[in-house]
């Protein structure tokens, strides 16, 4: 690919290209790559199928005409010329084509690359020696390509014509050469002698050769190696590791004195216990975290009992991956370790699930671990199988303790393998890229279908492995892409790399300044975000509901650092809610994609107002369609921090949350797991509201913490008005009671209340609402104080259904109300006695009152 510049190249080898480019004369001669190129960014007007990717003349110049007329259409700004140049493969025509393709799509200019290489090949020729400069003829053929004579130029005269210029600027050019250097063309009357003397120049002396010694040869003597070659490699990395240890390991010293880390010969001195010990072999991972697990828990030897065969970790198919310490392991083995380790690391979960040890104890024993990554970066430096088994042990532990739920000790165990190949990567790029694509990635990718609450997780760990620079990134995405079979799961996996890489991006950014890293706005490397913009555009192409989430997702994990990227697809975001039969994978993150962008997006703005409006259009459409309880709910997620900024989508809000069942209203508002709905059976990242909640309990974000309370509370007045209930539902008491908890002493708040006092306060007759109509009005009581006494008259009728015969759980409602009321103070205490006043006294005077006449008394 020679002629491009750096910046060009970088750039069609993001493009993911059906296969490389290795020689830009005949890769580009058939438009085929030119096609694809295309069609990554207008896959609607360039459609592959065209498009044959054949070496004859006629499937050269088909290719050519359909693309001629896409530039036309397109406005491409490539001429006929061009085309031809690059079609005969013609020296260095590609190179100007595809540089003007580059600045179209990207709207970025070509840097400058230098002098081109017809200029230096004019400049070689030039100082070419006279026997090295072309013909005539050769100049002829090189100006001709045999397929123009069978299109272009079947016209002799233009063949002859072509000819003829060539010939005259050859002719020019030794005219140059003869003025420039007479003496060469000079001719002597003489002829003979003088003339071979004129060109030869005159004659040199050649120096007597002297006589050399005989040079006698002899049999190469090899000794024969002891043992095998990988023998001797095992040697030579112990024999390495050893001296890290020795090196590196004395800072542990100072955690625990039996850890035994070190251990001296005999002429060596004393290991950490102070005894005088021979030479041990080196200490691996697996020994490293063994004796300090037995160090910090002394009922470590339980751990090391051997597990039944048949029951696994907790019965998790973690069968497929075995621990580090197995002999299938890859890698694996112990060799003459065996005996010394246990690979106790991944025994840790069926310890806590037989009870063991605690998830604390678990949590703060990993925690504590990460004294050790000095020393296991070392380790896993000096040797790869040292890193095969620390990345082993690290997710054996990590899915023995999903299989058994517990999460805990999960963090600080990712954290301790994202603290090691942190260090590996910052010290050793290419060491750590190795690892990566030999052992880790591997790995991961066949872990990530099997663990499907953990993938963020395990990808956390690869991208621990991975330098913190673009290309780096890159290859990681490109490693993840060929060992994932599935595309779905490679987008959602997209969608985690996505905000790894946004908050590396801040972090760097924060490293950088001293501004705080919530209130910064760092943006991805250019490179990486054309990249996942371009994994989003190909799966909102496909007609996979799961892909077409997935894409969304990615969009979705964007837009929080990257709003803009996602308006160039809002007008196809508009397109999918309005399918007849969109699916719920595709309703659930197309809600959360739509939420964001309004929340990200400035109004202020022509394209930011114009994006609004049809964002705002989306999610009305996804709030009013029918939808499974769960859809639901992350649309309404997604849609409640905007509701103040679009009042116009609070009723729509309020009949989705209204549609609703119970269970699930109550849980959203509170941030609870959706009833029925096993986390695992939601896929996280459809789910795009949930963020890290749904990975691992099937929580959302409160819905209270989100929405505008007294615009939710506006719309549920003017919902109850305008569908006049007989009686209010569970659901509305809910959103009420949800509501109450963030009211003010405000007029607004006070309109509010009286709006909708007199069907709350009826509630109170209803068996199955009345607790939850106590506590929403005792809590708007509690904020407006005096402002609500007004209400007083509404309550005492209230009363009345209630006592002496009403409902038990209605009466004992009542009773709380009033009790709460008393116990707050200042005007309710006199207030509710002067009601009671008013009362009939089978109902003033109704037993379950009596704790409230004492409250007033006292």
Not at 108 to 128: F, T
Not at 158 to 167: F, L, N, P, T
Not at 838 to 856: D, K, M, N, R, Y
Request: glycine content about 8%.
């Amino acid at each position: 690919m020679a002629g491009f510049s750096r910046e060009v190249l970088k750039w069609i080898q993001s493009l993911d290209l059906s296969y490389a480019v290795k020689n830009t004369k005949r890769d580009f001669a058939n438009g085929f790559l030119v096609a694809e190129i295309f069609s990554r960014y207008y896959p609607q007007d360039v459609q592959m199928h065209a498009y044959d990717n054949g070496i004859s003349l006629a499937r050269k110049v088909d290719n050519w005409k359909q693309l001629e007329k896409f530039f036309r259409r397109a406005g491409v700004p490539i001429n006929r010329d061009m085309i031809d140049s690059v079609l005969h493969a013609k020296p260095d025509a590609a190179v100007p084509l595809i540089e003007a393709i580059y600045t179209f799509l990207t709207s970025r200019p070509v840097p400058p690359r230098g002098a081109s290489r017809a200029l230096l090949a004019s400049q070689s020729i030039a100082d070419a020696p006279p026997f090295a400069k072309p013909t005539a003829t050769y100049l002829v053929q090189q100006s001709m390509a045999p397929t123009e004579m069978q299109t272009t130029l079947r016209d002799v005269s233009k063949q002859a014509d072509i000819a003829a210029g060539v010939i005259a600027g050859h002719n020019s050019l030794l005219a140059a050469d003869r003025a420039a250097d007479p003496a060469r063309y000079a001719t002597n009357a003489g002829g003979g002698q003088a003339r071979m003397m004129l060109t030869r120049g005159p004659p040199k002396q050649v120096e007597r050769l002297q006589d050399s010694e005989i040079v006698h040869f002899q049999a190469v003597q090899v000794k024969p190696m002891a043992g095998s070659v990988a023998k001797l490699r095992a040697a030579r990395e112990a024999g390495a590791s050893q001296a890290q240890l020795t090196t590196g390991l004395g800072g542990i010293s100072s955690i625990s004195n039996s850890l035994g880390l070190l251990e001296m010969g005999e002429t060596g001195g004393t290991g950490f216990g102070g005894h005088s010990a021979p030479m041990a072999p080196s200490l691996g991972v697996l020994e490293l975290m063994d004796q300090w697990i037995r160090e910090q828990m002394p009922q470590v030897p339980r751990l090391g009992e051997p597990r039944s065969p048949a029951r696994g970790r907790g019965g998790h198919p973690m069968t497929n991956y075995p621990s580090a310490g197995t002999p299938s392991a890859g890698a694996g083995g112990h060799d003459g370790r065996a005996g010394r380790s246990q690979d106790l690391t991944a025994a840790l979960p069926d310890a806590v699930a037989n009870g063991d040890v605690s998830a604390e104890e678990a949590e703060n024993l990993l925690d504590g671990a990460r004294v050790l990554a000095p020393a296991l970066t070392q380790v896993c430096s000096s040797s790869p199988r040292e890193c095969w088994l620390f990345v082993c042990s690290l997710t054996s532990a990590l899915a023995g303790f999903d299989a058994h739920g517990s999460t805990l000790p999960i963090g600080p165990l990712v954290a301790l393998g994202e603290e090691v190949g942190g260090r590996i990567a910052a010290s050793e790029p290419a060491l750590a890229d190795g690892m990566l694509r030999d052992y880790v990635a591997p790995r991961i990718c066949a872990m990530l279908a099997s663990l499907p609450r953990q993938r963020a997780n395990l990808l956390r760990l690869l991208y621990a492995f991975t330098p913190a620079n673009a290309e780096a990134r890159i290859g990681a995405i490109k490693l993840l892409q060929a060992g994932v079979t599935s595309q779905p799961l490679f987008l959602e996996a997209l969608s985690h790399l996505v905000t790894l890489d946004v908050h590396a991006a801040a972090a760097a950014a924060h490293a950088r300044s001293d501004v705080d890293i919530l209130d910064s706005s760092p943006g991805l490397d250019q490179w990486l975000l054309d990249l996942y913009s371009y994994y989003a555009a190909v799966g909102l192409c496909k007609p996979s509901p799961a892909l077409r989430a997935g894409a969304l997702h990615v969009l979705w994990s964007l837009s929080e650092s990257h709003p803009s990227v996602a308006l160039h697809s809002v007008g196809h975001l508009a397109a999918m809610a309005v399918e007849p039969n969109i699916q719920w994978e595709v309703s659930a993150s197309l809600g959360a994609l739509a939420g964001t962008l309004l929340f990200k997006l400035d109004r202020a703005t022509e394209e930011g107002a114009d994006a609004s409006h049809v964002l705002v259009g989306v999610l009305a459409t996804l709030l009013a369609a029918p939808a499974a309880a769960h859809v639901r709910a992350s649309t309404i997620l997604a849609a409640s921090p905007v509701l103040e900024q679009f009042p116009e989508l609070i009723d729509l809000f309020v009949a989705a949350a209204l549609a609703l069942p119970a269970e699930h209203l109550s849980a959203l508002i509170t941030g609870s797991p959706l009833p029925g709905i096993p986390p695992e059976h939601v896929s996280p990242f459809s789910l795009a509201a949930a963020r890290e909640g749904a990975a691992t309990t099937g929580a959302f974000r409160p819905l209270s913490r989100e929405w505008s309370a007294l615009a939710v509370g506006r719309g549920l007045a003017h919902s109850v008005a305008v569908n006049q209930p007989e009686h209010l539902s569970a659901q509305h008491l809910l959103l009420a009671l949800g509501v109450a908890n963030d009211a003010e002493r405000s007029p607004a708040w006070q309109e509010l209340f009286y709006a909708i006092k007199d069907h709350l306060l009826v509630s109170l007759a209803d068996e199955v609402i009345a607790p939850l109509s106590a506590q929403a009005v005792g809590l708007m009581c509690a904020a407006l104080r005096e402002d609500s006494l007004a209400a007083f008259s509404t309550l005492g009728s209230a009363l009345k259904m209630v006592f002496p015969d009403g409902p038990s759980v209605s009466r004992d409602a009542a009773q709380s109300l009033l009790l709460s009321l008393v116990r707050l103070g200042g005007p309710f205490p006199l207030a509710i006695k002067e009601m009671f006043a008013a009362l009939p006294v089978e109902v003033s005077g109704a037993h379950e009152l009596a704790e409230v006449h004492a409250e007033i008394d006292c």
